[in-house]
């Protein structure tokens, strides 16, 4: 719940106050985030406090309009400022708010907003820290995936050079004894030297007159 309350009493701030001293009011109000045109205010519980709510009052320095912020039934400790304007100083005081009363202001809690040439400045320089964070990570990955892909060819053209190695090796003795098989098929034999001539003549009938034709037969 937000609401814009006039200052009728210029320095004088119209938020309730604390009913009893029973309920601490919030420790530690930070600002974080601070942009040109929002901001975050953070704080802190008392351990024990029965706290169901906050509220927040945030002011323009030297000026009478306030802006009040109450939210209940919520353990937030956290509130976003928007619509700022930039270069401008604001003031900020946190309550707490229980079931029966809220705390006395916490501490004052001044900042100021940059320019808006400023916050895109430095938005632009995360924006780019973060994009070469990222090209750098790919580029690592990159040269991984190559460094693998080099060693698992290596690894297979080793392996294929000691598989067809072994098969050569092993095809050796083979080959030697189909050439020698090979050349002792081959080879000529040397004519035997040397031969035996016989004549053979038909024993000669009683009749002298009738003779047979002579064969000769060589035999080697």
């Not at 929002?38 to 927040?56: K, L, M, Q, R």
């Not at 009052?57 to 009040?68: A, E, I, N, P």
């Not at 820290?129 to 460094?147: D, F, H, N, P």
Request: charged share 25%; hydrophobic share 35%; net charge negative.
């Amino acid at each position: 719940m937000e609401r814009f309350v006039p200052l009728l009493v210029l320095g004088c701030l119209c938020v309730p106050r604390a009913t009893a001293d029973s309920l601490s009011p919030p420790a530690n109000v930070t600002i974080k985030a601070v942009k040109a045109n929002s901001a975050v205010v953070t704080w802190d519980i008392p351990e024990g406090d029965p706290v169901i709510g906050f509220a927040i009052t945030q002011q323009k320095k030297d000026v009478r309009m306030l802006r009040f912020i109450q939210e209940v039934n919520t353990t937030t400790r956290s509130c976003a400022l928007w619509d700022l304007e930039e270069e401008t100083d604001y003031i900020v005081h946190v309550q707490s708010i229980s079931m029966s009363e809220t705390s006395p202001l916490s501490e004052t809690l001044r900042f100021r907003t940059p320019k808006e040439a400023e916050t895109q400045a430095s938005q632009s320089k995360d924006e780019v820290t973060m994009e070469e964070v990222g090209q750098t990570t790919q580029m690592r990955a990159g040269e991984l995936i190559i460094i693998v892909v080099v060693l698992i060819m290596w690894a297979g053209v080793i392996t294929l050079f000691c598989r067809q190695y072994d098969i050569i090796k092993d095809n050796e003795p083979n080959t030697n004894k189909d050439k020698t098989k090979n050349s002792s098929e081959c080879s000529t034999p040397e004519p035997p030297t040397g031969g035996l001539l016989r004549s053979k003549f038909p024993k000669n009938n009683n009749n002298n007159n009738n003779r047979m034709p002579s064969v000769n037969i060589i035999e080697v």
